[in-house]
């Protein structure tokens, strides 16, 4: 498990991408040489292709898919991407591959991470403010890669939040003003457009914008590709929306009863039109473990299991929302179907957060939140 710790990166995008490559090179050439052993990447390469072939064809691939998207939607991410390169001392080809992961490991065929994140309106928070709180379940193998990180980019706001220790872009956090987004994974038919990450047009939207209604309009009109997810969004003043979306269609799901519940299935009937139905099966090049399992059954237990210990819940403190982030079903039975996942072949929870966008705050673990401590991070003082 990778040691938490917030690291700082100030400068041009370039700057900050050379820092955060300068830091974590240990970990991505650590990553490197162990990503033949990824569940992934076996079940992509074919039997008769050599493994290192197959990665210098998947290296070159992924930079005539990405190259041009990232450049030219995202320059200023790319500048940073750059930097992570250099930093690290790897070529870009490497560099765009392991972007190219974000969307490589999500596809349904063995889509095998589940997170869950929860949002209260502050009428239904003890402290009378905004909360949103979020367990990152992904595979088991990519633990030591977690990172959490402040940037100050020459152009754009402050952000505070975590991600993977190779990617200029952000998966879960804020930004200066308070406005907070957590990225959940989902399922739909759809096929991209364009291939920049998702976690980039996050990144760049949490540096342009000061407010969720800001923030939804600068989502929903960004062209991106990777994934299809459902985007919790937070603001300062308290207003919380879901953003269901793939690279072409989106919609906004409001609060019920001053709460949003994202595991890693749509809601809104506008978007269950696109969504890989929900008795389909894990099938074809699923690890074995997998096939015959419905492929939204954990996201269905795991919201019917939040609904639960929420109903009817009032001036809910942290203490509670953290016995969510660690519950085990109604049987304490840990497993890969709980909100605290337990998975040793593939995939568990590897980081949980709480975040406070009136404080600009956020708490966050590595690892089970039923087995470590959160640890408070802010931004750094000027």
Do not use: W
């Not at 979020?134 to 990519?142: A, E, Q, R």
């Not at 969004?233 to 409001?254: C, L, M, P, Q, Y």
């Not at 639960?308 to 953290?322: A, D, H, M, P, W």
Request: hydrophobic letters at 35%; a positive charge; aromatic letters at 8%.
């Amino acid at each position: 498990m990778s040691n938490l710790a917030m690291h700082s990166f100030s400068g041009s995008h370039y700057e900050l991408g050379f820092k955060q490559g300068q830091a974590v090179r240990k970990l991505i050439h650590e990553g490197l040489e162990s990503i033949s052993d990824l569940e992934t990447i076996k079940l992509m390469k074919p039997r008769v292709l050599p493994t290192s072939l197959f990665l210098a064809l998947a290296k070159r691939k992924a930079a005539k898919l990405l190259r041009n998207d990232i450049f030219e939607l995202y320059p200023k991410q790319a500048q940073r991407l750059k930097g992570i390169a250099d930093g690290s001392k790897i070529d870009m080809n490497t560099a765009f591959f392991l972007q190219s992961m974000e969307f490589l490991i999500g596809k349904p065929s063995f889509a095998i991470q589940a997170c869950t994140s929860i949002g209260f309106y502050p009428k239904r928070t003890s402290s009378g403010e905004t909360v949103v709180a979020k367990n990152f379940d992904y595979l088991n193998s990519l633990a030591p890669y977690n990172l959490t990180c402040t940037s100050e980019p020459k152009e754009g706001y402050r952000t505070l939040g975590c991600t993977m220790a190779s990617m200029p872009g952000m998966l879960d956090g804020l930004n200066e003003h308070g406005l907070t987004v957590t990225y959940n994974l989902a399922f739909s038919t759809d096929e991209p457009r364009c291939y920049a990450p998702l976690s980039m047009t996050l990144q760049e939207m949490l540096e342009t914008c000061k407010n969720t209604e800001e923030a939804i309009k600068f989502v929903t009109q960004a062209k991106q590709g990777g994934h299809d997810a459902l985007l919790m969004i937070a603001d300062a003043d308290g207003n919380i929306k879901t953003v269901e979306i793939t690279s072409i269609h989106s919609e906004v799901r409001e609060p019920i009863e001053g709460q949003i519940i994202n595991t890693n299935h749509f809601h809104t009937k506008k978007m269950q039109q696109y969504e890989i139905p929900h008795d389909a099966v894990y099938s074809g090049k699923a690890p074995k473990e997998l096939l015959g399992f419905r492929i939204h059954e954990s996201s269905e237990k795991r919201l019917k299991r939040a609904q639960e210990l929420l109903k009817g819940k009032v001036n809910i403190n942290e203490n509670k929302l953290i016995s969510i982030l660690q519950d085990h079903g109604k049987d304490n039975e840990p497993s890969m179907l709980t909100i605290c996942r337990h998975d040793e072949l593939y995939a568990s929870t590897l980081r949980s957060m709480i975040f406070y966008p009136q404080k600009r705050t956020i708490k966050v673990l590595y690892g089970n939140p039923c087995q470590n401590k959160y640890k408070e991070f802010k931004f750094p003082q000027h």
